[in-house]
């Protein structure tokens, strides 16, 4: 079967890999080149096969002017030196967010390395995704060629702004910004109502569909026309009637039906984007209140429409963010995960996640910090990530549980958070004490119709079976208590007499 015909299961578990940190690790671990194409097997059989797609971040040829910069701004130098202690000059690679050229870069392996890949996973039911980034390209990219694909100014913009704008070959062109903040200065902004643009954008996105199964996105809703009216005004032009996703996602899936798109996607737009065609949006909502322990507002956040939660990403870690481990604390980033993995919709996992990595590495540096692998982390999440909801559960259905208190003295209820899977006879109860204290709880599982029969709840997280009475269970709930930041993921069945 051609792989751009591989259908996409639900609730997808998706590893993202910083491509070019991640080959030179495999390097230095088997002490010989590593690059896209000879990755070895035993990677694929024992690491990547707990996924079902894997997005390669950064394998598009970067910029050397990206670079460049890179090397002369003392902020990001400061960044890089507290990542990797003895930084070199050519651990710094450039921007995988700054593209010269949609190519895969030869350091990497090129074109024949991905098609490599692609096929590696292919043949183990894998899915390929990329990157994508529709706001700009780099400020020597082969784009610059063209004519009316960019934002221009005035040198009255250059000499007010010179953050945001900079001259090019006789004109004076934008730089790609997210309004909030001044502009990346390694990058020309594209202009999302421009036709050209579009057009170009579907050219483009064609060529990268051969290549894989997906592109997550960057900064998807900078795009939008209500956004990018707001960021840029006139310069922009006339507004389109048609927003730039909504001509773009239907001209790709036209060719490429499966063809997976994933938003990255913040300021409470994850609706909007999904709208537009989105088939997964970032779930940074989730996110803010995983980080802020937040118990209350995540289980009103999760009582929103089906649809809308069956097409959120949920993560606690990625290449923006800091280490979970970090961010959170090991207990906490634990109990966070399994909420965020064990949710509806897709889940990602960031390479070095597994492995309880607490450096951030900045996206332009080739080279990350050797560290050692928690076991006990990498154990935990090994478990989990087998035992997340997934084909076996592709068309369960979904609800979030009640939970009463023990007694009207003991308002630690409220730390508890619970969930179940069903489908048919199969059951899969989530129970999460997300807070720094013991909480306890009676557990209401509506879907289950206890009889007289005893049932069996098997703690997939420990291995322990406990087996209740139905009639105690209908009467009363599950009785929980859950020591700071514990959790249970059991499998419920009837006992076999």
Request: glycine fraction near 6%.
């Amino acid at each position: 079967m051609p792989t751009e015909h591989l259908e996409w299961i639900r609730n997808p578990k998706i590893y993202e890999i910083n491509t070019w940190p991640w080959l030179r690790s495999l390097s230095d671990r088997f002490n010989s080149p590593i690059t896209l194409q000879n990755i070895p097997d035993e990677i694929f059989n024992k690491e990547i096969n707990l996924f079902d797609a894997v997005w390669l971040m950064g394998v598009w040829e970067r910029s050397p002017a990206s670079r460049k910069i890179a090397l002369e701004r003392p902020d990001l130098q400061k960044e890089f030196h507290k990542a990797l202690h003895e930084l070199r000059e050519d651990d710094v690679v450039g921007s995988p967010y700054s593209i010269y050229y949609y190519h895969v870069d030869s350091h990497l392996g090129g074109i024949d390395g991905l098609k490599k890949v692609r096929k590696q996973l292919a043949t183990r039911g894998i899915r390929l995704i990329l990157d994508y980034v529709p706001n700009h390209v780099s400020i020597d990219s082969l784009w610059t060629l063209d004519s009316n694909l960019f934002i221009e100014g005035t040198l009255d913009d250059l000499m007010n702004y010179p953050s945001d704008f900079f001259s090019l070959s006789g004109k004076i062109f934008a730089h790609g910004k997210d309004p909030n903040f001044s502009g990346w200065t390694d990058t020309i902004q594209i202009n999302a109502f421009s036709e050209e643009a579009r057009k170009k954008s579907i050219g483009t996105l064609l060529n990268i569909a051969e290549l894989c199964d997906g592109v997550r996105c960057d900064m998807a809703m900078l795009m939008t026309n209500g956004i990018f009216s707001r960021t840029w005004g006139d310069k922009a032009g006339e507004i389109p009637e048609k927003e730039f996703w909504q001509y773009v996602i239907p001209a790709v899936k036209k060719k490429f039906p499966q063809f997976l798109f994933i938003a990255e996607v913040y300021w409470d737009m994850e609706w909007e984007l999904q709208q537009q065609g989105f088939d997964f949006c970032y779930d940074k909502r989730l996110y803010d209140y995983l980080s802020h322990q937040d118990v209350q507002n995540i289980k009103k956040h999760l009582e929103a429409d089906w649809n809308y939660q069956k097409r959120l990403l949920r993560f606690i870690e990625n290449h923006d963010e800091q280490r979970s481990i970090t961010k959170f604390g090991e207990e906490r980033s634990l109990a966070a995960a399994i909420i965020a993995m064990t949710l509806p919709g897709a889940r990602l996992i960031h390479e070095g996640q597994i492995e309880g990595f607490k450096i951030r590495l900045p996206v332009q540096l080739g080279r990350r910090q050797t560290e050692e692998s928690e076991q006990k982390i990498v154990e935990f999440y090994q478990n989990l990530v087998r035992i997340i909801p997934g084909s076996n559960f592709a068309n369960a259905k979904w609800s979030i549980c009640n939970i009463i208190p023990i007694d009207s003295n003991d308002n630690s209820y409220k730390n508890l958070l619970s969930y179940i899977w069903w489908v048919n006879d199969n059951y899969l109860l989530i129970v999460i004490n997300y807070s720094s204290y013991p909480s306890k709880g009676h557990i209401k599982i509506e879907p289950l119709n206890y009889g007289s029969n005893n049932w069996v709840f098997k703690d997939l997280l420990t291995q322990n079976n406990y087996i209740y009475k139905g009639t105690d269970l209908e009467n009363y709930g599950l009785y929980i208590d859950l020591k700071e930041w514990n959790s249970h993921i059991f499998i419920i069945k009837k006992e076999i007499p």
